[in-house]
């Protein structure tokens, strides 16, 4: 098996051809529109945060990325080419893998038997246990991912350790795209930082990166593009640098004015300034 981590990339400018992109992407539920002519690119190297409110449609972006609910119109494109993905598998034989916030680890497995759940290394028709122990030390020890052992339980990890072993998990397919939802929710500060520095990883190795947060600080540690979505369609992307908190916030609300930017006014922006 291949290392899906070996090698140095560089980060590529999004001026280049992205890896992931959506065309005009809708999706209806019934009477409700959830997605409408929503556009996004994902570039290698890049990562990009997809914020909005509550029922802003991320979720619905995610799991359409995805191959859970299909698109209804529009078009998804990979590496250039458009593509169609009807389930799940066919978004994972793209080079796509997807770690929702429920995780899906299996508490009562070790490690090792997470990280190959379903993707077991056989040999003469049985598990070959020592194979994989070897191969999840050097993807943990390449993404450089600190836990007591392979072989200890899932169950008796913190909630940061977990979130690591689910994103590694999901680089043994070796995907060219990353989407992680809210990856540092319910984490402490600890745990959040170890989770942002595996998404910093990811971008230096040259995977695309999808992050989905309400985290604005979260957003602004690691993102190179922010993406808004609101009531179901693009509203604005913005790249992260030399873009204030208080210009996306009031690109998720919808309003000018609120908390965040009457503070920012009060805030003395140099020193004597009143």
Not at 116 to 123: D, K, M, W, Y
Not at 216 to 241: E, H, K, W, Y
Request: no cysteine.
């Amino acid at each position: 098996m291949t290392n899906p981590l070996a090698g140095s990339y560089a980060p590529a400018s999004a001026d280049g051809e992205p890896v992931l992109a959506l065309r005009g992407v809708s999706k209806r539920f019934g009477a409700v529109q959830a997605l409408s002519d929503v556009e996004l690119e994902v570039h290698p190297g890049e990562v990009v945060a997809l914020v909005g409110d509550n029922g802003a449609g991320k979720s619905t972006v995610v799991k359409a990325i995805a191959g859970v609910h299909p698109i209804d119109d529009g078009q998804m494109e990979w590496e250039g080419r458009a593509v169609t993905v009807h389930r799940p598998q066919d978004s994972q034989h793209l080079g796509i893998a997807t770690v929702y916030q429920d995780l899906a680890l299996a508490d009562n497995l070790d490690v090792v038997a997470n990280l190959f759940l379903g993707r077991e290394i056989t040999t003469y028709g049985t598990l070959d246990e020592v194979a994989m122990e070897k191969r999840a030390q050097e993807l943990l020890d390449t993404l450089s991912i600190r836990i007591p052992s392979v072989r200890i339980p899932v169950a008796s990890l913190s909630g940061g350790q977990r979130q690591v072993v689910a994103i590694a998990r999901s680089l043994i397919g070796d995907p060219k795209v990353v989407i992680l939802d809210e990856p540092t929710a319910a984490l402490g500060v600890e745990q959040t930082a170890q989770v942002l520095d595996l998404v910093e990883r990811l971008r230096e190795r040259g995977l695309g990166v999808i992050l989905i947060s309400h985290n604005m600080a979260d957003v602004s540690a690691v993102a190179d593009t922010v993406a808004v979505l609101r009531l179901g369609r693009n509203n604005g992307t913005f790249p992260m640098r030399g873009t204030t908190q208080e210009t996306i916030i009031a690109a998720i609300t919808g309003a000018t004015d609120n908390a965040v930017t009457r503070r920012a006014a009060r805030t003395p922006r140099s020193e004597g300034e009143v």
